[in-house]
């Protein structure tokens, strides 16, 4: 042995214990990179506006999706938060009836003439949950939110850099770090766009519809409209069905077959359209099956994160095994 070699066996054990010691924040570093490929073509941009300053301009583009990302994190916490509040008071009913029931009749009469500080002062049970939800977990919280933007920030000043070091050093080869580089992004993309995309609209239509009819927490359960998008044909209809049974229950017959006619002919609609055509964005080389499944497992398995673990890794074993069945046949 040279006195410049390593054994093997130590650089794996090194590099096994470098990826344990980064597994706490993975979630936070994947998100940033899928982050930071949405949004280097704004970088480009600004950096070409400032004349070549690309640290500059990276440090614009994490502001400007900051803008966005903190608006939309704090509105998402409390959506989440009131249809967790949702599902517990529906778990709560012994009968089939009451739980239908208890979907559409509002347990609480709003004051239609409270002032701006008194809407806000009755949300302080809600605010104070997120509280001690954040407390509980402060640490980890705190460093990923610090990870996120500087994540964003360095992959879009040294990601090429980074990226040109990978496949020179990795021991797969050039072309494989390619093919797993593809897949890495294309999933981050085809759940954005393809998954979440047509999710998304159908929660706004079936939240409108909730609205119009009256229905309480309508943003509560437009959010489980979007998490139920993902299950394939009846996805939706989990959702839009109770209510609409439930409004038949206390009297509401017209408003009931009005939600189920609008749920079959728009909301239902909506995915066979909007997903086609969010595809050509974003296609994800998975059936939703597979998607679906390998979500829910890795939320059994990794908790949260595992919405985004499970269809990503799912994704590199399937580009692992054409990899291997390309070699094999060469």
Request: hydrophobic share 60%; glycine share 10%.
């Amino acid at each position: 042995m040279k006195d410049y070699e390593i054994p093997a066996a130590w650089v794996v054990v090194l590099v096994i214990a470098a990826c344990l010691l980064m597994a706490p924040f993975a979630g936070w570093i994947v998100l940033a990179a899928w982050l930071s490929g949405f949004a280097r073509r704004l970088h480009a941009r600004i950096a070409h506006r400032l004349h070549g300053h690309v640290h500059l301009a990276a440090i614009l583009t994490v502001a400007l999706m900051a803008m966005v990302l903190v608006p939309l994190g704090l509105v998402l916490t409390l959506l989440i938060m009131d249809a967790i509040a949702l599902i517990g008071q529906l778990a709560q009913s012994d009968q089939f009836h009451s739980v239908l029931v208890s979907l559409v009749q509002q347990h609480k009469e709003p004051n239609p003439n409270a002032s701006i500080g008194e809407l806000i002062l009755m949300q302080g049970d809600r605010a104070w949950a997120i509280i001690k939800l954040v407390v509980s977990s402060a640490a980890q919280i705190i460093i990923g939110l610090v990870i996120l933007p500087a994540g964003i920030y360095a992959m879009l000043v040294d990601g090429g850099r980074w990226y040109a070091w990978l496949e020179s050093h990795a021991p797969v080869g050039p072309r494989v770090v390619r093919r797993f580089a593809e897949a890495f992004t294309e999933t981050g993309r085809g759940m954005m766009f393809g998954i979440a995309g047509a999710g998304m609209l159908q929660a706004i239509v079936a939240t409108g519809a909730f609205l119009v009819l009256g229905v309480p927490q309508a943003f509560a359960l437009g959010l489980l409209v979007l998490i139920f998008s993902i299950v394939p044909l009846i996805g939706t209809g989990l959702v839009w069905g109770p209510v609409a049974a439930g409004l038949a229950l206390t009297g509401r017959v017209g408003a009931a077959l009005g939600l189920a006619i609008f749920g079959i002919a728009v909301i239902g609609t909506i995915d066979n359209l909007a997903r086609p055509w969010l595809a050509r964005w974003g296609k994800l080389q998975l059936p939703t099956f597979v998607v679906l499944v390998s979500m829910f497992g890795a939320v059994e398995l990794v908790g949260g994160w595992g919405i985004l673990f499970g269809p990503l890794v799912v994704r590199l074993a399937k580009e692992a095994l054409e990899v291997r069945r390309e070699a094999v046949q060469a």
